[in-house]
């Protein structure tokens, strides 16, 4: 073997790298004479040109039997092939071992460090490798590159000197010695060919490492896909040059590079307009960045500018009033403190209820053009804003009484006290147990505890779960805690009203305004509240379908109430009477308001979401091989319709999807189940692509026209078996979309990126597949899947160049990891270039 490469490396000297010609004369003749010249193109698709001067048919059949000889000979050296084309750029960055997201300081100074700490009496074993070069985290592979690297040597540990000369290997800028490598991890035994049983062990190994158990379940398969390709004559095992004409054929992952000129020229100009600049002169710096904020933030400046400005006023008032009042000189300015603080009080609880006031304000986003003015996206944050601004309420009326008043009254002269004894009584109190155990006086603490406790069991770190603390006290947390001690604000509302009207210093029932306050919200909630229960109980519903998915998530398919509209982006509660009776859990809507039917999909993460799905799970059947997995249950089962736990379900509510109307470019982002209300749209637009079809054809009527010229979904999600979520509604847009107005992009984190060698065999194999079957082999749609995270500035920009001048909606939905990149970039955007990015993130 090594002979013939070295013969043929003699031979291609003669030739020059891209074109092989050969001249072939008559014999005895001179060079005037008759002659045929050929030229075979390598570089080009293998594309044979013949140029013929004269007619030579005795020489025809000659020049063939030689060019046949030469070609099945190149073919079956070990070449290398010309990568100044497409395979260039994918060959530099291909079969990477290290990678930007291994071990921190790459470089061999750590490793270094690393080796002295972890070798025993001067060398490394086997078991200590992976942890030493930064790849800890991919044990199985770590352990055949070692062995593909000691394998020549016959060791089963190595020196420093030999360490120092792998790293140089693994980590170098070489395709060709990485490539060796990689063929080395699959030639077992070293006979410089792979047979299928090592296809097998390496594709086994790949899909292991990238947790990509489905592809694992049909290795025969994919090994006999690419034994196929390399190896058509079926001589049983392929050559290295084989597995390098694959990597270089492999397109990129990374499907949004521009594709004419002018879009190129573009994404150029781009590029270089949004590299970082700093301004230098502090003051326009500064005049800059709050322009852009007002411009950003001007909704919500308003809002609180408004809000601030009234609690001011009303502190301010009360202040003054009680400054002209005589028991000002006796209680001094903490009495008017105390006064003011509890007015700003009494507004925020009242204020306090709109927010939540969610058929209100459904109404008024749907019906209202108040939406251009008000941010109703923030409602929850406002309601958050309002709680601090009670909670500065409470303490400046609690720590004024208690740390200010009181002393003065229980320390005040008789002569002092005078003034007061109409409020007080002819004696004057000797203890602070006077003022508590009054009815003003018990009110407020317990009001206070209640809050409190409400306040602390809504923070995240309760609610979700993620405070560290002991098993007793962690059953009292969690969304159940959460969802109960909100409900305390009944009583917290009774004792308030009860609090105002036996205050100090105010007998006239004009001069006692909590209830005042307090009237229209309280009567708007409840009336919101009653509408919810009526609403829910004639909106039960049939379950017609229910499937549990890989990764916990329920999907739940209902008949659609009657009279019951929604609008893509929007979210309803659901109540199972079966698991709690009281307890209502939002979920968002995933099918289109044109489909015939309501879904939702709904991912276990607490209590109430395990035991719903363990309920329907058994009504599911088991899954068939061809399902991966996945349980089912439908009505047209017999007696399921019995079986079914019984659900109610209140809604629609608005959420910040459902605007996706007002754009005609959507860019889609979710993250994990957080992509729920983001497929409603795409079910949407789809229903609109299916509709103009059906309309050109004449089978349809029905006349609904969309905004939506353009959306790009990008659903990140670290699992394989996640994508089954939504692959119905992804072989729908590859089927339908002909005219390719939705662009979809999957990304799985839990493959290594694009070059990483623990990935490059996955995606040899989905080229391959999806080429001749057009299925993904990742997702098991006919939509590819990519690999690792999303390049977000690379994203943004790419839309940019598509969408110059014009306004993108950005609707994001999913865990706050990322919130914070994507609205910066859409800032960014919008600052540097003509479109206008408009960012929007989900709340529930």
Known sequence: MEGKQEKMEQEKESWSEGDITSRCEATGSDDSEDYVEITLDIRDEGTLKLEKNKPMVVLRSVVS?????????????????????????????????????????????????????LAVDGKLPKSKFGHCIGMAESSEFVNELFEALVRRRGTTSISKTELLDFWEQIAGNSFDARLRIFFDMVDKDLDGRITGEEVKEIISLSASSNQLSRIQEKVDEYAALIMEELDPDNFGYIELYNLETLLLQVPSQSNISPSSESKRALSKMLSQKLIPTKEKNLVKRFARDISYFFLENWKRIWVLTLWISICIALFTWKFLQYKRRAV??????????????????????????????????????????????????????????????????????????????????????????????????????????????????????????????????????????????????????????????????????????????????????????????????????????????????????????????????????????????????????????????????????????????????????????????????????????????????????????????????????????????????????????????????????????????????????????????????????????????????????????????????????SVYEEGDARSALITMLQSLHHAKNGIDIVSGTRVRTHFARPDWRSVFKHVAVNHVNQRVGVFYCGKSCIIGELKGLAQDFSRKTSTKFEFHKENF
């Open 65 to 117: 039997g030689k060019l046949k000889t030469m070609v099945k000979s190149l073919s079956l050296s070990s070449r290398r092939l010309d990568r100044s084309k497409s395979g260039a750029m994918f060959a530099l960055r291909g079969l990477r071992f290290i990678t930007k997201n291994d071990a921190v300081g790459r470089g061999w100074d750590e490793v270094e460090k690393r080796f002295d700490e």
């Open 328 to 749: 000002f000189e006796v209680l001094g300015s903490c009495v008017s403190v105390a006064k003011g603080g509890a007015e700003t009080l009494k507004f925020n609880m009242a204020l306090i209820l709109f927010p939540v006031c969610r058929n209100t304000i459904t109404w008024l986003r749907t019906n209202s053009k108040l939406g251009s003015i008000v941010p109703f996206d923030d409602n929850i944050n406002f309601h958050k804003v309002i709680a601090f601004g009670i909670a500065i309420g409470v303490g400046l009326h609690a720590i004024s009484h208690l740390a200010c008043d009181f002393p003065r009254l229980l320390h005040a002269k008789y002569i002092e006290y005078e003034p007061v004894k109409k409020f007080f009584g002819d004696e004057r109190p000797d203890n602070y147990w006077w003022f508590v155990k009054g009815t003003d006086g018990w009110t407020g603490v317990t009001m206070v505890v209640l809050m409190v406790l409400a306040y602390v069991l809504a923070q995240s770190w309760f609610r979700r779960n993620r405070a560290s603390l002991p098993k007793t006290l962690k059953r009292l947390t969690g969304f159940n805690a959460f969802w109960y001690s909100h409900h305390l604000f009944v009583i917290v509302y009774v004792l308030l009203i009860v609090h105002g009207h036996f205050i100090y210093l105010s007998k006239e029932w004009y001069e006692k305004t909590t209830w005042m306050y307090l009237a229209v919200p309280t009567i708007l909630y409840a009336c919101e509240r009653l509408i919810r229960l009526f609403r829910s109980g004639y909106k039960a519903v049939t379950i017609l379908k229910v499937a549990v998915y890989p990764g916990n998530v329920l999907s739940l398919y209902m008949s659609k109430p009657k009279g019951f509209k929604y609008t893509s982006g929007q979210y309803i509660y659901v109540n199972c009477p079966d698991v709690s009776p009281l307890q209502w859990h939002p979920f968002s809507i995933t099918s289109a308001s044109g489909d015939d039917f309501l879904s939702i999909h709904i991912r276990t993460l607490g209590d109430w979401t395990s035991q719903l799905k363990c309920l329907f799970s058994k009504v599911c059947q088991p899954p068939s091989t061809s399902q991966s997995g996945l349980f089912t249950a439908d009505s047209g089962q017999a007696n399921n319709i019995t079986r079914f736990p019984r659900l109610l379900i209140d809604g629609p509510y608005g959420a910040p999807a459902q605007d996706y109307g007002n754009y005609d470019v959507l860019l889609l982002v979710g993250l994990g189940i957080g992509a729920t209300p983001l497929i409603s749209i795409l079910r949407d637009v789809l229903n609109n692509i299916k509709n103009h079809k059906s309309i050109e054809e004449g089978t349809s009527q029905n006349v609904h026209r969309s905004n939506t010229k353009r959306a790009y979904f990008y659903w990140v999600t670290r699992e394989q078996g996640s994508l089954e979520w939504f692959s119905e509604v992804m072989n729908e847009v590859a089927e339908y979309d002909s005219e390719g107005i939705i662009e979809l992009h999957n990304y799985c984190t």
